[in-house]
C-alpha cells in the first residue's frame, strides 16, 4: 500500500475525506510519478544528439512537472477542500500530460526515455479524469 | 524594472509573447510575493499562542504557496503556452489568493503578518484577473 | 519497478551514471515518498485537537517536504551532476528527515498519521544515507 | 520595502529571528529573483537556433530554479531553524548560483537573457555568502 494510501487512512476518526481515498490515492501517486518521469526525461532528452527535434517535449516535460508536483500536493491536504481551486489544478493536470504524454509518444519509438515518460503521463491523465468525474 | 520584466524583454529578437509584458511580469511578481508572504505567514501563525483560530488561515496559505509558485512558473514560460494549461492554473490561482486574503483580512487586526499577507493575496488576485481579461 | 528506475535505465546507450541506479533510484523514491506524507502529515495535524502538541511536528514536515522534493528532483536530472550541489542537498535531506522522523515518532502512539509519516522519514533518511556512503 | 522585509518585521512581538532581517530578507528576494530568472533563462535557451551550445546553461538553470526555490522557502520560515540544516540548502544555493552564473556570463555577450540571468545568480551568491559569514 502506498505511503499516500496509508496517510489518507490515518486521519483523525471523526473526519471525513470529501473523495474516495483510493481514488485519491491514485492520483497522488500517478502525478508524483509523472513529476518525476518528466524530470528524468528532461534530463536524457538534453542527452540526445537530435535536440532540436525535442524542444517541445522538454518544453511540456516543464510544465507538467510543476503541473503534476502541485496537483499531487493540493490533493495530499485533503481536510479542507476548496473545488474552486482543487478542480482547475486538476483540469490542468489532465490537460498537461495529454499533451506531454501524446509529444513523448511521438518519440517514443527512438527514446525509451520518452516511451517510460509517455506512459506515465498517460497513467496521470487517466486516474485525474477518474478523479474530475467522482467530482461532478 | 524587475527580473521578471528583464527576463521577458530578452527573448530572442524574432520571437513574439502570447501576453503582454508588462501584465505577464505584473503577474508573477505578485505570484512570487505572495507564495513568499504565505511561506512565512504560515510560519508566524504558528508562533501565535491562539492556534485554533489559526488553522484555516494556515491550510489556505498552504494551498496559496503550491498555487502561486506554479502560477509564476509556468507564466515564466511563455514561449509555448497551451492556454487549456495556463488559464486553469491562474484560474485556479485567483480563486485561492481570494480565499487566503479574506481569511488573512479577518486575522489582520489583530495580527501584522496577515494584514501584510492579505495585501499579497490581493495584489495576486487582482494581478490574475487582469491576465484572464487579457487572455479572454 | 518504479517509473524512476525505469527512467534511469532508458537514458542514451553511451550515457554513464554517476551514481548506482538502484541506490539512486532508492533515494528519490524514498523522497518523494516522505515529501508527499509530510504534506499529508501536516494537514491532519491541522485536524488534531490538541494543536499546540503539534507545533514542531508541522514545522518539521514543512520544512522537509521541500527538501525532499528538491533533492528527488536533483537526483532525477543525473547527467551533469556537480557534487558541490548534490551532496549538500541531499546532506540537508537526511538531516531534516532525522529530526522529522523522531518528532513524529513521538506522536506515533498517539496519531497513525505520525507513525506513518515516521517511517517515511526514516526511510529516506537511510536511502540518503547510502548515497552518501557511496559518493564519498 | 519588499514582502518578505514586511513579513519578517511582522513576527509576534516576542519572536526573537536568529538572522538578522535584513540579510535574510535579501537572500529570500535575490533567491526568488534567480529562480524566476532561470526558468525564463531555460525558456528563451530552448528558443536559441544553436541549442547544442545551450544544454549545460539549460541543465545549470533547472538545478539553480530547485535550488533557489527551496532555500527561499526554508529561509522563509525562520521561526524555528535548525542549521543543520538551513546551512547546507544555503551552502548549495551559493554552489549553484556560482556554477549557473558562470556559464550565463559566458552566453551574455550573445543573448541578453544570459546576461539578465547572470546577474541574478550573482546576485544570490552574494546574499548567500553574506548569510552564510553571518551564521559562522
Known amino acids: 500500500?502506498?505511503?499516500?494510501?496509508?496517510?489518507?487512512g490515518s486521519y483523525p476518526s471523526d473526519f471525513k475525506l470529501d473523495a474516495d481515498a483510493e481514488v485519491?490515492?491514485?492520483v497522488?501517486?500517478?502525478a508524483t510519478d509523472c513529476a518525476q518521469a518528466c524530470v528524468t526525461?528532461?534530463?536524457?532528452?538534453?542527452s540526445e544528439p537530435?535536440?532540436?527535434e525535442?524542444?517541445?517535449c522538454i518544453r511540456l516535460c516543464l510544465d507538467c512537472v510543476d503541473i503534476c508536483t502541485?496537483?499531487?500536493?493540493?490533493?495530499s491536504r485533503p481536510a479542507s477542500w476548496d473545488l474552486l481551486v482543487v478542480k482547475p489544478v486538476v483540469e490542468a493536470c489532465a490537460?498537461?500530460?495529454r499533451s506531454c504524454g501524446d509529444e513523448c509518444e511521438r518519440h517514443a519509438p527512438m527514446h525509451a526515455h520518452c516511451r517510460v515518460c509517455a506512459d506515465a503521463c498517460r497513467r496521470c491523465e487517466h486516474a485525474c479524469g477518474e478523479f474530475l468525474t467522482l467530482m461532478k
Chains 1, 2, 3, 4 share one sequence.
Do not use: K, W
Not at 500500500?1 to 489518507?8: G, I, P
Not at 502541485?70 to 490533493?75: D, H, I, K, Q
Open 24 to 26: 485519491l490515492a491514485a
Open 28 to 30: 497522488i501517486g500517478a
Open 1 to 8: 500500500m502506498s505511503y499516500a494510501r496509508q496517510m489518507l
Open 54 to 56: 525535442m524542444v517541445a
Open 95 to 97: 490537460a498537461i500530460c
Open 41 to 46: 526525461d528532461t534530463d536524457a532528452d538534453l
Open 50 to 52: 537530435h535536440l532540436a
Open 70 to 75: 502541485v496537483t499531487a500536493a493540493v490533493l
